[in-house]
Nanobody, 120 residues
Framework: QVQLVESGGGLVQAGDSLKLSCAAS????????MGWFRQAPGKEREFVAA????????YYADSVKGRFTISRDNRKNTVYLQMNSLKPDDTAVYYC?????????????WGQGTQVTVSS
């Protein structure tokens, strides 16, 4: 059974940084492309960033390109999202997911998410 546990969210001010983590189990992590998604209140869940199981391949939504960086540690079965220059529009619950199709179609396994709130 796939389990995804996100952490690292919080309340920050615009311009601040946060680093999210997602610990995965129940899948062959080193062969799994992973992604981050987010859902703001009253909005649909949207794609944020993806990292391939193949080294060095990443993909970002235009809204976060240049500000967010996705990375992974296969020894720890963990994927990260470094978020810099945060904006109030980044406020959302952030989820990680294993990708069914590159770069932004996820398997329907979701953790509890981690709340990120950016104040202006």
């Amino acid at each position: 059974q796939v389990q995804l546990v996100e952490s690292g969210g919080g309340l920050v001010q615009a311009g601040d940084s946060l680093k999210l983590s997602c610990a995965a189990s129940g899948l062959t992590f080193s062969r799994s492309s992973m992604g981050w998604f987010r859902q703001a209140p009253g909005k649909e869940r949207e794609f944020v960033a993806a990292i391939s199981w193949k080294p060095g391949i990443t993909y970002y939504a235009d809204s976060v390109k240049g500000r967010f960086t996705i990375s992974r540690d296969n020894r720890k079965n963990t994927v990260y999202l470094q978020m810099n220059s945060l904006k109030p529009d980044d406020t959302a619950v952030y989820y990680c997911a294993a990708l069914r199709s590159w770069p932004n179609v996820a398997y329907d396994y979701w953790g509890q998410g981690t709340q990120v709130t950016v104040s202006s």
